[in-house]
């Protein structure tokens, strides 16, 4: 008898409150990324909100005096036809052999570096589409950087390596928020 008297379900209400919610939520803002002549949407903040967290509890890189990532180049100094390619390999080193390889027994950093890997799969996916329709071409310039990146990353042990990568993600962040 009780049912009978319920008018309709909050489904339409809960519908709407989501939409709501992920419009007016500020990690759920998505921001378009111009890669030359490709561009895809990201949801940046979330990333950002993510890496913070795991910045916070990560170890402290004990290797100063050599970077995978720099904040003056290559990333910045990358023409717009290849930041499309350097950023879809950058995105594989992270998924390959960052993401997959880092260990903690903290399993509130391994759900946030998953959502990470899930973010970046997500970009990568993107990515992969304008490669596929020929708008991100993987010139000279994009191949010779990510050669010098991985090469620096290459002459770390793997963890350290792996560390450094994920203490070097803001660095990376800050050059795809730069992309507009």
């Known amino acids: 008898p009780v049912v009978s008297r ?15 919610y992920l419009f007016w939520t500020p990690s759920a803002r998505l921001k378009t990324l111009h890669l030359g002549s490709c561009m895809i949407t990201a949801s ?11 910045q916070d509890r990560q170890p402290k890189d004990e290797i100063i005096d050599l970077r995978i990532l720099r904040k003056t180049q290559p990333l910045q100094d990358t023409n717009p036809a290849g930041q499309c390619c350097l950023l879809c390999r950058i995105l594989r080193l992270y998924l390959d052999r960052v993401f997959k390889n880092y260990q903690t027994p903290d399993h509130r950093i ?6 990470l890997a899930n973010s970046f799969l997500t970009i990568k996916k993107d990515l992969w ?14 191949m010779e ?36």
């Open 145 to 180: 950087k990510y050669s010098q990146l991985m090469s620096h990353f290459k002459e770390l042990q793997p963890q350290a390596a792996v560390v450094k990568a994920l203490g070097g993600l803001d660095i990376l962040l800050s050059w795809m928020e730069e992309m507009d």
């Open 110 to 115: 391994l759900q946030k570096i998953s959502g």
């Open 129 to 142: 589409l304008c490669y596929a329709h020929m708008t991100c071409p993987c010139g000279e310039e994009a």
């Open 44 to 54: 940046l903040r979330a990333i950002q909100s993510g890496f913070s967290e795991i």
């Open 6 to 20: 319920m008018k309709g379900s909050g489904l339409p209400l809960c519908l709407i409150s989501a939409v709501f």
